[in-house]
């Protein structure tokens, strides 16, 4: 049974050896690996920290950590030593290992070359992490366990006063307290629609019935958002809280996480955290000995789109095809199994300990008048610093792309950033000074969405980026009502032919009468929101359109049918490097000879256009 | 509850196709017997043991289950992880996200689907590959992204394909 005393054991024993206080003597190897840093080679250097600590006789102690959250980096290694500044290595390789533990772990000398920061004091000649551009102005609220607890450890969560807010809404708190906190604290769902998290608590608990559900909606699907994925990796035990405390606040009795199957990882912590959290009895038929029943379930999602939708989320647990219903009866008064269900998305159920902990004004007192608080931005595309971001509600979009994440690469001009996965929309440089707020980004012709954001430079075909939404959404339409499934169909049809070159003058007016029909009669959200990208590319990138139909050219040099690569004589330097990059062999090269191309073997792959250096070919 | 006798087992069509393994089929689907709910997790299992969803397969856990063939059909048709066709011998995903998109995804595409031979099906004439697209695999960061079977290659560019895709035989 718990009380706060035990937890508060857990925690000070931990803090230990955590290195975070009085420091053990142990050197802490933390190896930052989530999906992303795996991907980039973290599994390489955790072999051979292993290999190396085992050939040494050096008292070390290897833990693995969820991503920091700057991808950029990746893989990360932290390396601990008592009574000294932590250090962040940054690109990490085996060798790169090998020579920081000669130097660092064995000798405490870190290997400048490859470190990125020092965390928490400053120390030797680097920057504090909160230093670097990146962190400045970021506010780790939600995120503040990312790469500094082991995600497989509760007892470190519990280190990082984890488990404290559950404990105490569900000893000390009354139902109608925590939702008053809730709704206080102004926290809107952060999966998209934004939806005040205490009223749709408040709506359940005022719904009386022996069964109630709470589910955890990680079925994060938005092309481009990445930070559901990154808190299950890094910090699953505060999803379960927020689960706890959502529970005790209207009063449910079962638990589901619908989670993606295109994350393993994600679903692999899960469980370990599921079962560590019945073993401490946080979860199970008497929570913290309050006699509180609440199970959690996993349920794997199977590549479906449309089942992040709530209605057809639920219908998806409940075994059967994923088709959304009209609404009302929302989840809320009649939902899964035809029970009063709530569903929250992954970010909003794990700031919700913080907020208990913390109280409501101090989540409150961040951010703008409607949008409250801090939100998580997963930034990629044509920037220089991807990763994940959190930041105050308010700040602009063009400080969150220039200032925090660097700018464009390759001395590329920025075009449009993307917002909101297929239901958003492109936003143009004129509107960059828009604050991350959810009603201003409305006024700019997009939507917050999760918070996936994509930045494109001048590279992108604005038209063709409309083509890709609305092949998604196709693909994606559950089917159920006409509208989506055959609206999309034939959005992609005048799109398709626009960038073959195939488009006809009628053809922009004909978008956007169709896109207005499938907006307006849609089943639910995924058809209503479908035209998005057709709509808000032609209401800032209207020319472009123009340009594929009238024109027929492609500005941004993407739709291969509209191009026809040849090669400038006099900019060309022989170099041949179009010759070894072109997959059809079409380049006609000799040495100290321009290169020119063989139209009937040219496939237009752009690879090239891509190669060339010199801006020779066009 | 004892094993049902498995039904319309039938022998194995030629052969390259091999007789699903219905001992270890059966042992999963006994599991699931009376949960319909989790019919999706049923049908997973068994695609894992046999590589896709084949028809026989398909009517197998209807009848094994008791479940109607329209529902298990239904279910086994609408999510993109059920794969109804045999697949190739490694399975190349790529990422098509936004991400992976504006970073060149369709170009390493279009490289993999000329060089190795993909058909329509999405296998390669040699069944040495199968090519699939999934829907954002969350990791942006390394975008373009292609995964083969569970290797998971980062910021791929045209020129890494015949590398990579060399270690698969």
Redesign the interface.
Known sequence: MASIQILNQIKKKNLETMNMESGSTKVRILIHTGTCGYAAGARKILEAAKNISAASDLPVDISLSGCIGLCASEPNVTIMRKGEASVIYQKMTPEKMAEVFENHVKAGAPVMSHALACKDMSGFDLKKIDELDFFKSQVLFTMRNKGVIDPESIDEYIARDGYFAALKAVTEMESEQIIKEILASGLRGRGGGGFPTGRKWDIAFNNKSDVKYIICNADEGDPGAFMDRSILESDPHSVLEGMIIAAKAFGATHGYIYCRTEYPLAIKMLEKALAKAREYNFLGRNIFGTGMGLDIEICQGAGAFVCGEETALMLSIEGKRGMPRPRPPYPAQKGLFGKPTVINNVETLSTVPSIIREGAEAYSSMGTLTSKGTKVFAMSGSINTVGLVEIPMGISLRSLIFDICGGIPNKRKFKAVQLGGPSGGCIPEAFLDTPVDYEAIIQAGAIMGSGGVIVMDETSCMVDMARFFIDFIKDESCGKCTPCREGSSRLLEILDRITTGEGKDEDIAELEELSEFIKSTSLCGLGQTAPNPVLSTLRHFRHEYEAHIKDKKCPAKRCASLLEFKVDTEKCTKCGLCFKACPAKAILWQKKQAASIDRDKCTKCLSCYKACRFEAIL | MVAMQSVNKGEAKSCCEATPDWVRIDLVLEKYVGK??????AL?ECQEINGYLSEELIIHVSRFLRFPLS?VF??AS?????SLTPKGKNTIRLC?????????IK?IN??IV??YQIGPSGISDDNRFGLEH??????????P?MVVNDD???AMT??KINDILSEYK
Do not use: P, W
């Not at chain 2, 319909?36 to 997790?41: E, H, L, N, P, T």
């Open positions: 319909k709910s989790q019919i999706i997790a997973r529902d239904g279910v609408f999510y993109s992880l059920f098509m996200g936004t991400a992976c998109y504006v970073k060149g170009e279009d490289r000329n060089e999934v829907r954002c695999l969350g990791a942006c960061s390394l975008a992204v998971t290659h980062g045209a020129e």
